[in-house]
């Protein structure tokens, strides 16, 4: 059981866009910034998002982020078939004292 | 070019040891916090350890406390994890990953799959 609760699929056609959440609570989402990771199949995971809202170089603009009170939401649009892969937020937690992440969204483009 | 790149991974039985390396390049390695995060099989991300930039603190996940032990040589620009008294449970892909902020990792090495089974 994940700290950050994320659903487990979503899916979308091509142009779409689609919106995966992560909720948190007062020690982690409600208190700290939350990072977006994405892991295409069979390789590593790569920074998407970070500090809630901003993207590194070389992440299109389709994707962004959001915070709001515990939750956070991460939005592609204009989906495109390499979309496809698994997204995790990850937050620090302060009860715990540690990085959290979410149980992982798996984004099907249909 | 950043990179990170793992090694030392392997099969092996419970109760056995490995330690994992790390080796940095393209940044200042001296300047930032390093983490293991690992992956099992078809499970999500699951942090492990971290070490400050000098080495002066080292943090666990409660789950490795008291067996794995994370170190760095910057003047290799290496990071390393120890791990003791291996588990099935701890069978994943050991990722190296440079904090940014908390919870701010980029970049991520390629991994590096350590199994332990009987």
């Known amino acids: 059981q994940s700290v950050l609760t994320q659903p487990p699929s979503a899916s979308g056609t091509p142009g779409q866009r689609v919106a995966i959440s992560c909720s948190g609570s007062?020690?982690?989402?409600?208190?700290?910034?939350v990072n977006w990771y994405q892991q295409l199949p069979g390789t590593a995971p790569k920074l998407l998002i970070y500090?809630?809202?901003q993207r590194p170089s070389g992440v299109p603009d389709r994707f962004s982020g959001s915070r709001a009170g515990t939750s956070a939401s991460l939005a592609i649009s204009g989906l495109q078939s390499e979309d496809e892969a698994d997204y995790y937020c990850?937050?620090?937690?302060?009860?715990?004292?540690?990085?959290?992440f979410g149980g992982g969204t798996k984004l099907t483009v249909l | 070019e950043v990179q990170l790149v793992e090694s030392g991974g392997g099969l092996l039985q419970p109760g056995g040891s490995l330690r994992l390396s790390c080796a940095a390049s393209?940044?200042?390695?001296?300047?930032?916090?390093m983490n293991w995060v690992r992956q099992a099989p078809g499970k999500g991300l699951v942090w492990v350890s971290r070490?400050?930039?000098?080495?002066?603190?080292?943090d666990y996940a409660d789950s490795v406390k008291g067996r794995f032990t994370i170190s760095r040589d910057n003047a290799k620009n290496t990071l390393y994890l120890q791990m003791n008294n291996l588990r099935v449970e701890d069978t994943a892909v050991y990722y190296c990953?440079?904090?940014?902020?908390?919870?701010?990792?980029?970049?991520w090495g390629q991994g590096t799959l350590v199994t332990v089974s009987s």
């Open positions: 007062s020690s982690n989402i409600g208190s700290y910034t």
């Open positions: 990850a937050a620090w937690d302060d009860r715990l004292n540690v990085v959290v």
């Open positions: 500090t809630n809202n």
């Open positions: 990953v440079t904090e940014r902020g908390r919870g701010w990792f980029d970049p």
């Open positions: 393209g940044f200042t390695f001296s300047s930032y916090w």
């Open positions: 070490i400050k930039n000098d080495g002066s603190y080292t």
